[in-house]
Nanobody, 122 residues
Framework: QVQLVESGGGLVQAGGSLRLSCSAS????????MGWFRRAPGKEQEHVAT???????WYGDSAKGRFTIVRNNAKKTAYLQMNNLKPDDTAVYFC????????????????WGQGTQVTVSS
């Protein structure tokens, strides 16, 4: 069993930055791909970024050029650095862990955190 806890969300003005953290317990952290998804009101769940167990990152279109995903296996934590935030980034951000074959598909991830709210004001 793996437990995931997100933190770092909050209120920020457009153009600002936030760093989200996903702390894991249980399981073998280094063996999992770690992903970030987001859900905004009235919108479908969207894949933001994933970092593989071998430390290779992938990004959704909305994240490319602005967000960076990293992992620290010693701390059992994954991070999402978000720069140049826009109002359209407002959403609940969820951390997920698993062994996905399709990295952008939520059903491919077994474990999920509770989410952290990010609000970007214009």
């Amino acid at each position: 069993q793996v437990q995931l806890v997100e933190s770092g969300g909050g209120l920020v003005q457009a153009g600002g930055s936030l760093r989200l953290s996903c702390s894991a317990s249980g399981g073998i952290f280094s063996s999992y791909a770690m992903g970030w998804f987001r859900r905004a009101p009235g919108k479908e769940q969207e894949h933001v970024a994933t970092i593989s167990a071998s430390d290779s990152p992938w990004y959704g279109d909305s994240a490319k050029g602005r967000f960076t995903i990293v992992r620290n296996n010693a701390k059992k934590t994954a991070y999402l650095q978000m720069n140049n935030l826009k109002p359209d980034d407002t959403a609940v951000y969820f951390c997920a862990a698993g062994a996905p074959t399709r990295l952008s598909q939520p059903d491919e991830y077994r474990y999920w955190g509770q989410g952290t709210q990010v609000t970007v004001s214009s």
